[in-house]
């Protein structure tokens, strides 16, 4: 008797593995199947669901019913809430790490934790070069005209 498996044949379900003789993967698709005929019958047994999306085991569709309709956002979203603080604290430690990867991903957590923005604040940082001499300057210096703006008083003072 010959030992290797049939040929897959069927396009909706993949081939089967060697490692769970007799079992296939479940696609997205057959999952997403599962919730749906499950949702809109609740009273669907998972035989019935099984025989319908393809799958051969009822285990696997109590398994992906179990996984796909369990909404644990709110358990989630409870339980970062507790762990903030500490989680926060071994982020501070992080930023101090020798490998810039960590401690700049660190800094970023903690920036996002702390409801900032990150660009928020627009700040240009760049080189300016003034091409000129001393006997033909390329215009007035802006060095000195922001020395000079900073000392001079304003119109409206000094004609108080």
């Given at each position: 008797m010959d030992s290797t498996?049939?040929?897959?044949?069927?396009?909706?379900?993949?081939?089967?593995?060697?490692?769970?003789?007799?079992?296939?993967?479940?696609?997205?698709?057959?999952?997403?199947?599962?919730?749906?005929?499950?949702?809109?019958?609740?009273?669907?047994?998972?035989?019935?669901?099984?025989?319908?999306?393809?799958?051969?085991?009822?285990s696997t569709v109590s398994y992906w019913l179990r996984e796909l309709d369990n909404d644990t956002v709110h358990e989630a979203r409870k339980f970062v809430k507790t762990q903030a603080l500490r989680a926060t604290m071994q982020l501070a430690d992080q930023i101090d790490d020798a490998d810039p990867r960590v401690s700049q991903g660190a800094a970023k957590a903690i920036t996002a934790l702390a409801g900032v923005q990150?660009?928020?604040?627009?700040?240009?940082?760049g080189v300016r070069v003034v091409v000129g001499s001393v006997g033909q300057p390329a215009g007035p210096d802006p060095f000195e005209i922001m020395v000079n703006s900073a000392s001079r008083p304003t119109d409206v003072e000094s004609t108080t």
């Open positions: 498996p049939p040929e897959h044949t069927n396009p909706t379900n993949p081939p089967e593995t060697l490692s769970t003789p007799g079992y296939s993967r479940v696609s997205p698709a057959q999952a997403t199947e599962m919730v749906r005929l499950k949702r809109i019958n609740p009273k669907i047994t998972y035989e019935q669901i099984a025989a319908a999306v393809g799958v051969k085991s009822v990150e660009g928020s604040a627009q700040v240009q940082v």
